[in-house]
């Protein structure tokens, strides 16, 4: 496919993808005081009880003007799947005077990390009051792009560095993770300038990078010893295939078996799009690993 035919289907990709209307929760509920620290609970359309839980991540490059309603679509679908949902906010970054430029930054540190790992830590108690018919016993979480970053990280806290305020003394009760297209080498991801700097932006100044990426880089982070599957479009432009296969590589080295399952013909955005068939293989990994 040449380069034009290539950015062409990426457009219809995103549009088709963008083109749904925002679903509203059914609740949602506060596991911080910040207005961005908010859950939004689906139940399962069908009613059932014992219904696994998905977490959902959402991505954007950690750039706060991209939320979580991007995905609340993502979110009904799965609910009528059968499952639980919980479709977490967290704080990404803006432009302030400490990280020149124009636009958007890339994540706020450690404020993105602090929201994630309150946000796990909090869901227990949350599923219990907002949606009890849940079986939190059940838990996969999920993310795209750079929520898909997120989603591995918070699988891996219990192998961060010593002395890392979220690290947990334990693996997290997770029945595993599916990562959408995730930002998941940082090496790699910086070498391709994905998101145009991204990852630099998140972990702060350039001499705060080596020393913050053993805390946030999922390739860093292994093995975790819990069930992982990356599912990544062959034609992404946004996240390249070579970003996961780098991290699919380093979970190898480390002993960690990792599973990658790439789509032929798909881009960034199917994965997160109801529409596109790309989207029901998603729902099949999370169903493999929750049920």
Not at 82 to 100: D, K, L, T
Not at 149 to 165: C, D, I, Q
Request: charged share 20%; aromatic share 6%; net charge negative.
């Amino acid at each position: 496919m040449s380069d034009s035919a290539a950015r062409d289907r990426d457009a219809v990709e995103t549009e088709s993808a963008f083109s749904h209307p925002a679903v509203a929760p059914d609740t949602t509920a506060a596991y911080g005081t910040h207005p961005d620290q908010v859950i939004d609970f689906y139940a399962p359309r069908d009613g059932r009880a014992g219904a696994p839980v998905v977490v959902v991540l959402h991505g954007g490059a950690w750039r706060a003007p991209y939320d979580r309603q991007h995905v609340s679509p993502l979110a009904d679908f799965l609910a009528r799947r059968g499952f639980a949902v919980a479709n977490v906010e967290y704080r990404r970054g803006s432009e302030i005077p400490q990280q020149r430029g124009s636009g958007a930054v890339a994540g706020c540190w450690p404020e993105t990390l602090d929201d994630v790992a309150a946000a796990m830590d909090a869901l227990p108690a949350l599923l219990a009051r907002e949606l009890p018919e849940a079986d939190a016993r059940r838990l996969v979480v999920t993310g795209h792009s750079a929520g898909g970053h997120l989603a591995l990280w918070a699988a891996a806290r219990h192998v961060l560095p010593e002395g890392s305020p979220w690290r947990l003394p334990a693996a997290p009760p997770l029945r595993g993770v599916v990562a959408l297209a995730p930002i998941a080498d940082f090496t790699t991801a910086v070498k391709l300038d994905v998101c145009s700097g991204a990852v630099g932006q998140l972990l702060g100044r350039e001499e705060d990078f080596a020393a913050r990426s053993p805390y946030a880089d999922p390739a860093a982070l292994l093995p975790t010893g819990i069930a992982t599957v990356l599912v990544q479009g062959r034609t992404d432009l946004t996240v390249p295939q070579a970003v996961a296969e780098a991290f699919v590589d380093a979970a190898a080295k480390a002993g960690e078996t990792v599973g990658l399952t790439l789509l032929e013909e798909v881009g960034h955005f199917p994965l997160i799009d109801p529409a596109a068939d790309a989207c029901a293989v998603v729902a099949e990994e999370i169903a493999q690993l929750a049920w």
